[in-house]
């Protein structure tokens, strides 16, 4: 046995999936494809919040869904019925969606339509607020949503993930009347974490605040066709 | 759970090194670590997921350190160092500005491994 060496390497811990995270986007930049990661809690509202922004996104662009959940297709089968392209990628006992998983939904994507005919792929990741905001996905934007019921404190709890979105949705503002909640609190909180996310206030029941949400994503869009 | 998954990246980039080091010829004696405050690891969880994970492997006799990287941000009005605290809402304490830059604790490295030639 000979003595002791030391590699000094300084690698990136998760360098394998940033690495298929890195080749997802070029992917997508091939095909001038916008993706955006969603990501909050269990309950959150993303699957509605989906429901509603494609009736009226895919009469705009051409759009497709890949749909992260643990152990069932529920949320996928929800959105097909909008009429637009669903992969759902069930991640097993893995909380949260990896490059390698999104690789291979991309593949599934292109066995049902040619991506180049696409504007925008939504990827819905699982429900966690911790896993998901370390695995790059090779998204172009990350988007998270916290709901009112989670708590004013959350950014706080759960910083990475609020550090890292670019936009955040506040959801089901329409039961600020019922509830003992300070919504200044809260985006308080999102600008100490994140000063500087976009944030917009939203409610799946009044509709109210998908003007705003459906003009970010269409300006992101065409920002990026134009680049 | 994510330390699971974390683990299995570990162990592809230890996989990846070995390669180029010939495997069969070396025994990795430690995985030096550098873990960043402000990230999603809890260093013990890392290093018991990764102790199960490489049982009866090549890397069965290796050992995992952790150093852990302090929580530095940038106050961006005076451009003092500080460490944010969840209790002041990440805030400078010099001037309580909202947390713009984070000087260090994002990291999640191999910094080196110590391995021996057979």
């Known amino acids: ?227 | 759970m994510h330390e699971v998954d974390m683990t299995k990246c570990l162990i592809l980039s230890m996989e990846e090194w070995a390669e180029k080091k010939n495997k069969k010829k070396i025994v990795v004696e430690k995985i030096n670590l550098k873990i960043g405050e402000f990230t999603c690891v809890e260093p013990i969880s890392l290093i018991n997921t990764f102790n199960a994970a490489v049982l009866g492997s090549w890397l069965d006799s290796s050992e995992i350190t952790i150093e852990t990287i302090p929580f530095e941000g940038k106050c961006s009005k005076c451009n003092r160092l500080y460490f944010p605290k969840k209790e002041n809402g990440y805030k400078s304490p010099c001037c309580n500005f909202n947390l713009e830059e984070i000087i260090s604790g994002r990291e999640l490295k191999i910094a080196s491994i110590d391995f021996k030639e057979k």
């Open chain 1, 1 to 227: 046995m000979h003595l002791p060496i030391s590699d000094k390497i300084e690698l990136n811990i998760l360098h394998q999936n940033s690495h298929q995270a890195e080749k997802n986007k070029i992917k997508f930049n091939n095909y001038n494809l916008l993706c955006l990661n969603i990501m909050s809690s269990p309950g959150a509202g993303k699957t509605r919040l989906l429901e509603i922004t494609l009736e009226d996104l895919s009469k705009k662009f051409h759009s497709a869904v890949l749909e992260g959940d643990m152990t069932t297709n529920l949320d996928a089968a929800r959105l097909e019925k909008l009429n637009i392209p669903v992969v759902p990628i069930t991640t097993g006992r893995a909380c949260h969606l990896d490059a390698n998983m999104v690789s291979g939904g991309l593949k599934l994507l292109e066995k049902k339509i040619n991506p180049n005919l696409l504007d925008i792929l939504l990827v819905e990741n699982v429900g966690n607020l911790v896993c998901p905001a370390e695995f790059e996905i090779g998204e172009h934007f990350k988007v998270a949503l916290l709901s009112i019921t989670e708590g004013e404190d959350k950014p706080l709890k759960y910083p990475i993930m609020f550090r890292e979105a670019d936009l955040i949705l506040i959801t089901k503002v329409d039961l600020l009347p019922h509830l003992n909640f300070d919504i200044n609190e809260l985006k308080s909180n999102i600008a100490s974490t994140n000063p500087k996310a976009d944030v917009i206030e939203i409610s799946s029941i009044t509709k109210s605040g998908f003007d705003l949400w459906q003009d970010w994503i269409s300006k992101k869009i065409l920002k990026f066709k134009n680049n």
